[in-house]
Each structure stands twice: as structure tokens, then as C-alpha cells.
């Protein structure tokens, strides 16, 4: 059973920054393929960020690219979603998730998934 928790959201101005992390336990973590989704109110959830199980390959939803990183520290066993430039339309619940088919690949499929963590964003 793999326990995934986020933290570092808030409430920030647009134009400023918060780094998002999710600590998992359980589970093998560094064979994980990880991603970053959010929810805003009245809206689908969509995927934001996904990172490979090594780190190497990441693949980011057009909205955010240039603005947001996601990274991983496998001896951590965490994942990071650093948001830079936030403008209002960023707020929303973020999630992180887990992939932990044994034969994980591109596009991932999750099956775990923590509580999520608010980001508000202020005009």
C-alpha cells in the first residue's frame, strides 16, 4: 500500500511562487512513474506534471510549461512541483499520484493518489 501526502500549498500573489512536495511511504517509491494533477472548482481534474521513475523524462500540460518543474528525490522518496509565475487561473487543489504497474510506461495510468493540497492564487 503505497501513502502518498502533499504539502507546501497556500495562498500567494499572482506572479509569485510555491513549491508543492509529496512524500510517499509504502511501496517501492524510486519504480514509480509520478504526477502532479489539479482540480479548480466546478472544473475536471486535469493532469499538470508527470515524471519518470528515474527523473529523466518529464512531460508537462501545455498551460503550465515554462512556468512549472517537477522533480524527484528518489533517496526521499518525494516528488516536487516547483510553480513559478502563479496566476489566478493556477488556483485549485493539487494532487499527486502514483503509478505502480509493474510495467509502468508513457502514458502513465495512476492508482494512487494522496488528499491534495490548496493553491490559491490572488490577482
Known amino acids: 500500500q503505497v501513502q502518498l501526502v502533499e504539502s507546501g500549498g497556500g495562498l500567494v500573489q499572482a506572479g509569485g511562487s510555491l513549491r508543492l512536495s509529496c512524500a510517499a511511504s509504502?511501496?517501492?517509491?524510486?519504480?514509480?512513474?509520478m504526477g502532479w494533477f489539479r482540480q479548480a472548482p466546478g472544473k475536471e481534474r486535469e493532469s499538470v506534471a508527470a515524471?519518470?521513475?528515474?527523473?529523466?523524462?518529464?512531460f508537462y500540460a501545455d498551460s503550465v510549461k515554462g512556468r512549472f518543474t517537477i522533480s524527484r528525490d528518489n533517496a526521499k522518496n518525494a516528488v516536487y512541483l516547483q510553480m513559478n509565475s502563479l496566476t489566478p487561473e493556477d488556483t485549485a487543489v493539487y494532487y499527486c499520484?502514483?503509478?505502480?504497474?509493474?510495467?509502468?510506461?508513457?502514458?502513465?495510468?495512476?492508482?494512487?493518489w494522496g488528499q491534495g493540497t490548496q493553491v490559491t492564487v490572488s490577482s
Open positions: 499520484a502514483a503509478d505502480t504497474r509493474p510495467t509502468s510506461r508513457w502514458p502513465y495510468e495512476y492508482d494512487y
Open positions: 509504502g511501496g517501492t517509491f524510486s519504480s514509480y512513474p
Open positions: 515524471i519518470s521513475w528515474f527523473g529523466g523524462a518529464t
